[in-house]
């Protein structure tokens, strides 16, 4: 048996081939023979802590998200004895649980939920003193309700193992067993990023985002104020979801008009942001490669990214881009240029973003992020939060007509609308960045060696003239971390580093619609979210940032030049460094 690459087991009564050092969890399901689970999360919690997932091996039961198959194992997962034991282990869950589930925001998605209808259980047998916790309102983007919490650790393991960030873990023994901070100080106050991962591993409620739905049901309510929104890139290729559309669809038009009935005065696009930021960050790239000085430039559009850096690489603040992100450009846009066109008093006007982040939530209350005493954006709505308020409006989504955004900021380039994919900073600047710098007009558009689920692209470009540009994109802090040591270590040198919190990008950003952790394995959401980017980009006429006539408009009557001291004021910022612990 030694060198074995397959080995033979039963399960169920079936005889089945199956690589060796597979689990018994992944054979069944290969047999379409389906096991609950709760805390197993695949690549993200392993820890068969929860015992839902227990089958019959022999006289024992084991867990089979962490049992490793071995040749002749004989396997039966739905007996009595099975069950009972799956249903003994969810009972306990619930009897510590606050089954608070009609108010939840996760009421009808709740995975604990779906397991304990599964089983058929109807009632809890063990009644007995619950856990008292408090819930940490603390943080401007992510809340914490550890009374929903059952211990499962998948937040853990999305924190820790997947961001290496660790603001969060297990705390005490036995039944005084918490997640919490370190020291337990609140949320706000730890090395959160913000990044809102916690959130997409969380199978029940205890844990969300800080919600802003009656803020901004207030502002389009208040008739002294104009209440514009803007929308992400990454928005239009996942809301569908929150209303039964296949993943991936894009509903650009149908968002738009949603907006619209819900009372926004205008409907912009974040795409137009974007572009401005390429603008900007080309200017400044090829500032600093000609001086030499703060390479890489490395992109400061993610928040998760730049918090991150500030915590745990603050010797390199210096490198991070002063570009801010495209949606708080476009809100100094709004709040500046677009309120001197129309007349209106800033202080009149509520800037609204639409994103797939919870870190923009912070972001849009950094005081680095504001001019004139104003903040260049007022709330920060998640893509789940905007679902919300459609649904309570009881707008029939999925029947509406396409509509447009409005000008001057609905107007943008394909190489805006891929900011919503890793790789697409890069390649949108490596576009235009060619071009100023050659004059000449690019045959091909796409640059595919930045494209791809890939955790780190390292790539050379070559410029008109011979000039090189050494690149790397990353996705996921994990990824990002490792470069960024091998760097301080000397290891790896570059000129240009797009780093994305979320893995596959802001498609699968903390604020985005949450799927199961069944569908996490049997679907490839962030493939089917960006191949849904990119036919945006393809479909669009003007496909590079410099192209854009309304960005050419806005520096001809407005900005000067990019990189120019109007530029600066409005549309750059500064880092600060933060605690480590």
């Known amino acids: 048996m030694i ?12 005889d089945t081939e199956i690589p060796k050092g597979m689990t018994v969890l992944e054979a069944a399901r290969g047999l379409d023979i389906q096991i609950p689970t709760l805390c197993y999360l695949k690549g993200v919690n392993h820890s068969s802590s929860c015992r839902v997932c227990v089958v019959e091996v022999g006289p024992r039961l084991i867990a089979s998200c962490t049992l490793i198959a071995e040749e002749g194992m004989q396997i039966r997962t739905n007996t009595k004895k099975v069950r009972d034991a799956r249903r003994t282990s969810v009972e306990l869950l619930l009897s510590d649980h606050e089954r608070e589930c009609l108010s939840c925001s996760r009421g009808g998605s709740c995975e604990l939920q779906s397991v304990s209808n599964d089983l058929n259980i109807r009632q809890v047998s063990y009644v007995g003193e619950k856990s008292s916790q408090e819930k940490d ?8 309700d550890a009374a929903k919490c059952i211990l499962c650790g998948r937040c853990v393991g999305a924190c820790g193992t997947l961001q290496t960030v660790n603001a969060i873990g297990f ?6 067993t918490v997640i919490s901070t370190a020291f337990g100080r609140p949320l706000a106050e730890s090395t959160c990023i913000n990044c809102g991962q916690c959130i997409m591993a969380c199978p029940v409620g205890a844990l969300g985002e800080h919600e802003n739905i009656t803020d901004v049901w207030n502002a389009i309510s208040d008739p002294a104020k104009t209440v514009v929104v803007q929308t992400a890139p990454a928005v239009r ?48 790239l090829l500032n600093r490669l000609g001086s030499g000085q703060n390479l890489p430039l490395m992109t400061s559009c993610c928040p998760g990214w730049v918090k991150f850096v500030e915590h745990n690489f603050p010797d390199m603040l210096d490198n991070l881009s002063t570009c801010k992100s495209p949606h708080e ?54 893509t789940r939060e905007l679902a919300a308020m459609i649904k309570e409006a009881g707008i029939d989504f999925a029947n509406l007509k396409d509509e447009a955004f409005d000008n001057p900021f609905g107007e943008a380039s394909g190489a805006g609308v891929i900011f919503g994919a890793t790789g697409g900073v890069a390649e949108a600047a490596l576009r235009t960045v060619f071009e100023l710098t050659s004059g000449k007009e690019l045959e091909t558009v796409e640059y595919t060696a930045v494209r791809g689920m890939e955790g780190i692209k390292e790539n050379v470009i070559e410029l008109p003239g011979g000039q090189e540009i050494r690149t790397a994109v990353v996705h996921g802090l994990g990824n990002a971390r490792r470069l960024m040591e091998a760097i ?94």
């Open 488 to 581: 301080e270590r000397g290891e790896k040198s570059y000129d240009f580093m797009e780093v994305m919190a979320c893995a596959g990008g802001c498609i699968t950003g903390g604020g985005q619609p949450i799927h199961d952790a069944r569908t996490l394995e049997t679907v490839n959401i962030k493939a089917e979210r960006a191949k849904a980017i990119y036919s945006e980009d393809e479909a669009q006429v003007i496909r590079k940032s410099h192209n854009n006539p309304q960005i050419q408009k806005l520096y001809a009557e407005f900005l000067g030049t990019p990189g120019g001291h109007k530029s600066h004021e409005l549309l750059h910022t500064h880092y600060l460094e933060r605690s480590r612990f």
């Open 137 to 144: 309102y603390t943080s401007p983007a992510i809340i914490r």
């Open 171 to 176: 705390a005490k023994r036995g039944f005084d």
């Open 237 to 284: 290729v996942a809301l569908g979801e929150e209303f039964g559309l296949p993943i991936g669809s894009r509903v650009t038009g149908k968002m738009v008009a949603a907006l619209r009935k819900l009372g926004f005065d205008k409907v912009f696009d974040t795409n137009f942001g974007a572009d401005l930021t390429i603008m900007e960050e080309g200017t400044e």
């Open 3 to 14: 060198g074995l690459k397959t080995i033979n087991i039963t399960i169920d009564g079936i």
């Open 329 to 382: 450009m476009e809100g100094a846009m709004v709040k500046s240029y677009f309120a001197k066109q129309e007349g209106i008093a800033p202080e009149d006007i509520v800037v609204v973003s639409i994103m797939p982040c919870t870190a923009k939530k912070f972001e849009s209350g950094r005081d680095e992020l504001s001019g004139g005493g104003l903040a260049d954006v007022d709330w920060v709505l998640t």
